[in-house]
């Protein structure tokens, strides 16, 4: 990030708070507002990211999510409102983030990742965040990331429980190395309260912004799984896998390898 | 021997329970946890374990004290008394 945009006075008065924050400051500030960030999908988890981004000041980001808002979403999906119930979800969701924080450029694409699609919804992205409700477009999104060598903050949640890594291509164990194959049993339609997935939800916004502001240590070489219902955290030492078809050394995918300056 | 098995998300909601204490061989790999659970201790869970062939789910994350084994290696990593073996299937709720 060569050329940092500079603080407007608006920008000093909306973060006063978080530019106290030791090790982030206006530089922190400055690269957050430099920054794209791609997020797919924004339910329960992805919503409290975008939603944390955006009050945060990430300076762009681009939404993926397909489909109309519906009453059996609103226990979780906090981005969205009532009112919104029968229109696309993205439309709550730019209304939501615009109410928020008007100076983020938000791209709001009412379409799911797929292989047709991948490329061209991350490509401008410094950082990918995976909150999808398939592991098909969780797995397509590891495989742009490592192949584009752009971080990715996996997120996920299931129940009282969240999980959350952070895959750094080239550095890290990638999605395929930790799951290489679609799990057989996994219901699209899962347990949830919204508090479990704003929980893992702003951890994973925490994760992104550490990484653009070269802010704390970032979650790369572990996954965390947490379990609300006895409130522990445990966090778990992952490797990369040799004969990873994604990132290993015989992949086709074509990692570029880590991108500098994130 | 004696260890513990800890399950999470869509297995600890088979289960019915967190986790259980196993009595094992000296000696024994995490494959052999990991079909002792599949078929002798929670065979509710058998299908997040085992393919149908009977083989190690590759899909399946473990952990045995805070450190990820993938299930392809599993054969071939013994098991300790007082190891904590974590079973975490993918999960993708979003």
Known sequence: ?262 | MRLRVQYTAQLRAVAGRSEDELDLPEGSTLAEVLVHVATEVCRDAAGHLLTPGGGLQPSLLVAVNNRAISTREAGAVPVSAGDVVMLLPPIAGG
């Open chain 1, 1 to 262: 990030m060569a050329h940092l945009p500079e603080l407007t006075a608006d920008d000093r008065g909306r973060f006063e708070w978080q530019l106290w924050v030791h090790g982030f400051g206006e530089d922190g500030q400055r690269r957050l507002k430099a920054a794209t960030v791609f997020i797919s999908r924004i339910g329960g988890v992805g919503g409290t990211v975008a939603m944390q981004l955006a009050a945060a000041g990430v300076g762009r980001l681009i939404l993926a999510h397909a489909g109309d808002l519906r009453l059996d979403d609103l226990n979780r999906q906090s981005l969205m409102a009532t009112s919104g119930i029968g229109k696309p979800r993205i439309e709550s969701a730019i209304s939501r983030l615009r109410d928020l924080n008007p100076h983020v450029s938000v791209e709001a694409i009412a379409e799911n990742v797929d292989e047709t699609n991948v490329e061209r919804l991350v490509g401008r992205a410094d950082v990918i965040v995976s909150a999808a409700p398939l592991f098909e477009e969780r797995l397509q999104m590891n495989r742009a990331a490592v192949r584009r060598g752009v971080p990715l903050v996996d997120c996920a949640m299931y129940e009282l429980e969240g999980r959350l890594t952070t895959i750094v291509p080239g550095r890290t164990p990638c999605l395929s190395c930790l799951s290489p194959e679609r799990p057989p049993n996994w219901n699209r339609e899962f347990p949830v309260f919204g508090a479990v997935a704003a929980t893992v939800g702003s951890l994973a916004a925490m994760e992104v912004i550490k990484l653009v502001a070269g802010l704390g240590e970032p979650l790369t070489g572990r996954l965390l799984n947490f379990d609300l219902r006895e409130m522990t955290f445990t966090t778990i030492a992952i490797a990369r896998r040799t004969d990873c078809e994604v990132c290993g050394p015989r992949s086709a995918v074509g990692a570029s390898g880590p991108r500098e300056n994130r």
